[in-house]
């Protein structure tokens, strides 16, 4: 990183490898966040930006427990 700037920030749909992780947080190195795909997931439902939230109730009949009454 270069200019006039205090952290930087990288997002990524996938993982960060160990090594990724380890370097962003390197003493010394310019401070940098990272933001995984389930990071960015759960951040945009907190803040409702571009997704639908839409919770689904799922009913199945027990009929081993039916067949007993």
């Known amino acids: 990183m270069q200019g006039c700037t205090d952290k930087g920030l ?3 749909t996938g993982t960060f490898t160990r090594d990724a992780i380890k370097e962003a ?36 009949i027990d009929t081993a427990w039916l067949a007993k009454i």
Do not use: C, F, N, Y
Not at 43 to 52: A, F, M, S, Y
């Open 10 to 12: 990288l997002i990524t």
């Open 25 to 60: 947080a390197r003493d010394g190195a310019p401070p940098i966040d990272l933001i995984d795909g389930e990071q960015l997931v759960q951040r945009l439902k907190e803040l409702g930006l571009g997704v639908k939230i839409t919770m689904i109730e799922s009913v199945e």
